[in-house]
């Protein structure tokens, strides 16, 4: 049973902001910062999300406070929809605070289609996509197969190596963050097992809270910055790819979580819970980890990029013309479980840290160099999916998340119940009637990811979303609803 956080103590800074004092328990080096209104808030009291945030502030090294953003809950060691930054020679790094799916993230394509143009084949179109992009829990497609040798190319050169081999266009890497490939990537760290693990798994969408949606353009708050990232009209055609490194990276976690527990001893490193086991940032541990960890995230950026070529054949096949007559632009793929080295403002300083975002997506603002050259006049796209049936969100980056949240914002709906409760709960068959009774087709491996996935399951995004817009870490552009949903 999941232990409550009512009792963890709350300042109120703001509507949106609250402040876990420092002084609230032994050890903490920081306070904990909170972002969620009353609702939101009132979830994360009933589960252990409030104690993970402030057991993060423990961490060594620790920057200004340890964040929770509007979406977070219950997770291993950091709670999912948690952010830190550590300094960057004496903090450390926590694969807590990455998580086991890393680099799960999400990627946005627009077309030139409205919902009236798809609508007679939409049921075709969703059957050719789900018969081409392997889904479910172990899925791999037979057709496609890369050695081992591959495998350690793709690793460390990422979405360019899959654009070289044809499964791509040759702008689709400058839209993805890191241009789609992690420069601190070494194969050599990374286990027999995985590479095993991962061999079959690419371009597969898995299982979860994993999904691919045909979804329209509900309504524009920025009409600007909607422009400027293709979308320039209700009721246009989007696709949003959401899957990360599959057994990959699981594997790379459960690997490296067993080295870091040696870690702590060895350094002597005292934590509130185990389950935060890291190492020195600088040590053998932590770099080793940080450079299979960056393995793990361009496998990621590869998986959505063969999807994204078999979402592109999908269309091509069922509309019988060629993809790039109906756009399908890659607007931007961002992830939402990595540890990084970036530089952020720490009182009067700019500091070299590294920046761990579980369940968050990173913000950055406008002129920032790290955002694409087309988009730095608007600043980084920002793409928060929610739950099946329910709206996604394309939000841009803020010079106030740099301030406030290292450049962070929420990353999705964030769960209200487990998925043994959703089962419990729902019945498979009723969520896609229900679904479908609403004009949203669905395509699932099982009747099972639906009960686990069904949309009471989650918070509502909306107020996910207009969190991180009212304290100005994200800003709202469009908001996506579904029209046909492919499940794992």
Known sequence: MSKSSSKVPLEKID???????????????????????????????TDRTLHQCVNVTHLPGIY???????????????????????????????????????????????????????????????????????????????????????????????????????????????????????????????????????????????????????????KIYDPEAAKTFGIEQQGQVTVMIHCGSRGFGHQICSDYLRVMERAVHKYKIVLPDRELACAPGTSPEAQDYYQAMACAVNYAFVNRQAITHWVRQSFARVFKKDAESFGLNLVYDVAHNIAKVENHNVGKNKRKVWIHRKGATRAFGPGNIEVPADYRTVGQPVIIPGSMGTSSWLLTGTNKAMDVSFGSTAHGAGRMMSRTAAKRRFWGKDVKRTLEQRGIITRAASFVVLAEEADSAYKNVDKVVEVSDKVGIATRVVRLVPIAVVKG
């Open 15 to 45: 509507n949106y902001t609250w402040r876990i004092p420092q002084k609230y328990k032994s050890g903490m080096r920081v306070p904990g910062r909170i972002f969620a209104d009353e609702a939101l808030l009132e979830k994360m009291r």
């Open 64 to 218: 200004k406070y340890a964040i929770t953003l509007p979406d977070g809950h219950e997770g291993y060691g950091f709670p999912i929809g948690g952010v830190a930054a550590t300094d960057y020679e004496e903090g450390v790094v926590s694969p807590g605070g990455v998580g086991y799916d890393i680099n799960c993230g999400v990627r946005l394509l627009t077309t030139h289609l409205a919902e009236k143009d798809i609508e007679p084949k939409l049921a075709e179109l969703a059957d050719t996509i789900f018969s081409s992009v392997p889904c479910g829990l172990g899925s791999r497609r037979k057709d496609f197969r890369v050695t081992t040798h591959e495998l350690d190319r793709l690793l460390v050169e990422g979405v360019q190596w899959l654009i070289d081999q044809g499964l791509g266009w040759s702008e689709d890497a400058e839209h993805c963050e890191e241009k789609g490939s992690m420069k601190a990537a070494d194969p050599d760290k990374v286990s027999t097992r995985a590479k095993n693990r991962g061999l079959p798994q690419v371009g597969t969408l898995g299982s979860g809270n994993h999904f691919l949606e045909i979804q329209r353009v509900d």
